[in-house]
Each structure stands twice: as C-alpha cells, then as structure tokens.
C-alpha cells in the first residue's frame, strides 16, 4: 500500500496489485475485515456497512506521487467539489457505464 485516505462518505487507497489477486477479492476482504474492526471499536458508532459497489482506477507509475498528494489532501480537495460530482465526472469523461444508486 502506497497511501490511505478517508473522509466522510468514502475511502481512497493507493496499492499495487499482484496478478494473482483479483481486485473484487481484495476489495471484498478490505470491506469485510474493517467492518468487523469498525464495529468491535467502536469507532464510529451510525457506521452500519460499507456499500455494495467501489470504484478502481489504473494509475501509471509515473503518476503515484501525484495521487498519493491528491489521496493526503481528500479533504481539501472535496471542499471545491464533492466526491459524487468528481467521481460521475471521471465515470462520464471515460466513457464507464455506472449505476446511479452507487453514487448516493
């Protein structure tokens, strides 16, 4: 893992991904083991689950270091825009079929 960040309603992580781990898989045990974490903790106590989808993007070598600033600053960077308008943005410039439901 390269960078870790949250805010409010989502998560940005940065990793490198092994070709023997498919994404879905990692994904899946990311959400599983930190609900159960969360909720043992008590951490945040509204927090019931994660949602259903999540979002992936490829990013070249070259251009880590400029995600790992853009994940340390998440919350800076969503006071200009908002996470739901950023990421339908991305979805739509790149042409990626997506379900409204997972941007509420």
């Given at each position: 893992m390269y960078r870790i960040n949250g805010v409010e309603d989502h998560i940005h992580i940065l990793t490198s991904l092994p070709p023997g781990i498919c994404l879905a898989d990692l994904v899946r045990e990311i959400k599983t083991?930190?609900?159960?974490?969360?909720?043992q903790e008590g951490l945040f106590p509204l927090f019931a689950n994660?949602?259903?989808g999540y979002s992936a993007f490829?990013?070249?070598?070259?251009?880590?270091?400029?995600?790992?600033e853009y994940i340390k600053n998440q919350e800076q960077h969503h006071k200009k825009i908002s996470f739901k308008d950023e990421l339908r943005t991305l979805l739509e410039k790149f042409r990626v079929m997506y379900d409204e439901k997972y941007l509420e």
């Open positions: 083991g930190t609900n159960k974490w969360i909720k994660w949602q259903d490829t990013v070249g070598h070259s251009d880590r270091n400029d995600v790992i």
